[in-house]
């Protein structure tokens, strides 16, 4: 996601990359204060939202219902692009009840290309490799002592 992303950039495209936590955080920190009407078109002013690991995030109900506002507000305007470790049958642990669920992934998935990856996590690989070499390098420190 990050790639295309940064080629919307290189192209001209305003393009805001946020995790859903961030993101949400500042949508009801916005609701608080009375303004989310002009947060909603703050972020009106990106092409697109770049909104990472959506699934990781369990929302309450004052989290899910920015979310989905932030989505229908976009819905058939503005693009947006999420990450989710999460198939959309798992989705009712994001926005809690069926029709809320239904009509989210209705919106996100209307116009969509849904690009589904299988096999290893990249950055879990990346995680290993950087533990085995953390290893090596402690055992190799360790032994020089002895």
């Known amino acids: 996601m990050a790639a295309l ?41 990106f092409e697109c939202l770049a909104l990472d690991d959506i699934g990781y995030v369990q929302q309450d109900r004052a989290e899910m219902e920015v979310l989905f506002a932030l989505l229908a507000e976009r819905y058939e305007r503005k693009s947006v692009m999420i990450t989710s470790n999460l198939v959309f049958s798992k989705w009712d642990q994001i926005f809690k009840d069926p029709m809320t669920t239904a009509a989210a992934i ?27 070499q953390a290893a090596s390098a402690a055992a190799s420190n360790h032994g020089s002592k002895t």
């Open 106 to 132: 209705d919106r996100v998935v209307h116009h969509a290309v849904v690009l589904e990856f299988t096999g290893d996590s990249r950055r879990a690989e990346v995680a290993q490799q950087r533990a085995a």
């Open 5 to 45: 992303a940064r080629a919307l950039v290189e192209r001209g495209y305003p393009v805001l990359f946020a995790s859903v936590a961030s993101l949400v955080e500042r949508l009801l920190d916005a609701k608080r204060n009375l303004r989310p009407a002009r947060e909603l078109k703050r972020l009106d002013s």
